[in-house]
């Protein structure tokens, strides 16, 4: 089996980031942002999907947190699809429901090729982190577009911001783990009609 590694570098005028990702890894990640909060949030998709990430970025945060959480999304999502080759044998489809403390979050996952976000994640306007909580949005609009998936992320209940959101990143980790597990009897075979994702 070919290895399922990748990496990728993102820079702009707002943004400069390296990322590295082996997705047959361990969960291992060295992880490194301008946001603490982000970094965390990094660090539990990397454990909950098992897939190895290594992440160096700067940020213009000093104007806010959008353009770093943004494209941290775009850079880790495309390392994913570029690592994926030609996604033969891979699940293909997985969905969760996590519970967090007094939270609920579900997620569904179609390694599809067809970029698309659900997100029905309803946050009082506050600040996790002292990011805005609507900015994570951003990072999975990001993600969903350049990893080339249909992702479905739902909170169902959740009074703690905190909880809501990371249990949002928890949920899209073992989803990726589980819907990007090659099977081995299958592990020729494209998990699609059309012969092609």
């Not at 519970?99 to 609920?104: R, S």
């Not at 980790?173 to 081995?184: A, P, V």
Request: net charge negative; charged share 25%; proline share 3%.
């Amino acid at each position: 089996m070919k290895e399922r590694k990748s990496e990728n570098y993102r820079k702009t005028s707002e943004t400069e980031i390296f990322c590295k990702i082996n997705i047959d890894g361990k969960g291992l990640n060295k992880i490194s942002t301008p946001i603490p909060f982000m970094s965390h949030m990094l660090e539990q998709i990397s454990k909950h999907s098992h897939i190895d990430i290594d992440v160096k970025c700067k940020g213009d945060i000093e104007i806010d947190a959008h353009h770093t959480v943004e494209d941290l999304g775009w850079c880790i999502g495309e390392a994913i699809n570029n690592a994926l080759l030609n996604k033969a044998g891979i699940n293909r489809f997985a969905s969760l429901s996590l519970p967090m403390d007094e939270t609920l979050t579900n997620c569904a996952i179609d390694v599809s090729g067809r970029p698309w976000l659900e997100w029905r994640v309803i946050l009082s306007n506050e600040k996790i982190g002292n990011v805005d909580a609507e900015i994570f949005q951003e990072f999975f609009r990001a993600f969903a577009q350049s990893a080339k998936m249909t992702i479905h992320i739902e909170n169902n209940y959740g009074s703690n911001s905190h909880h809501i959101i990371e249990s949002c990143f928890k949920v899209l980790g073992i989803c990726l783990k589980d819907s990007l597990t090659i099977t081995q009897k299958n592990q020729n075979l494209i998990p699609s009609t059309k012969g092609v994702i």
